[in-house]
């Protein structure tokens, strides 16, 4: 009967440890289980700021790309007005040329007028 009881004693020891050990167990499941959760919300936030980050990404690579969109667009123009500016001086240029040419055949005439009518007056 002592052994019985000896054993009996054993068996609640092991118990009294598997009840300590189940109850560490647990309350380290439970410890876990609540830094699963809070890490779960993390990566909630977390996917939430890359997704907000990823949307201004796009939108400053969309002003990009319109902004380059724009100053090749004012390259062409300028390069277009510049041919412009090119074929407009060489117009004035040759406008001037011509008026020089005007102005000398001019000057030609009215002084062979001038000396036609000092002959003419002493006629």
């Known amino acids: 009967m002592e052994r019985f009881k000896e054993r009996i004693a054993q068996m609640r020891a092991e118990i009294d440890t598997a009840n ?6 647990a309350a380290r499941a439970k410890q876990l ?5 809070r890490k779960g919300h993390e990566q909630k936030s977390l996917d939430l700021r890359v997704k907000s980050l ?3 990404l796009d939108k400053k690579q ?5 902004m380059i969109e724009k100053c090749q667009e004012a ?3 300028a390069e277009l007005l ?5 074929t407009l001086q060489q ?18 005439a009215k002084a062979e007028m001038d000396e036609l009518e000092r002959q003419l007056e002493g006629v």
């Open 82 to 86: 510049e041919k412009n500016m090119e």
């Open 75 to 77: 390259n062409t123009r």
């Open 54 to 56: 990823q949307e201004q």
């Open 20 to 25: 300590t050990q189940a109850e560490e167990a």
């Open 62 to 66: 969309n002003q990009h790309q319109q």
């Open 33 to 37: 289980e609540t830094e699963d959760i």
């Open 91 to 108: 117009t004035i240029e040759a406008k001037e040329a011509e008026y020089e040419e005007m102005n000398n055949r001019y000057k030609e």
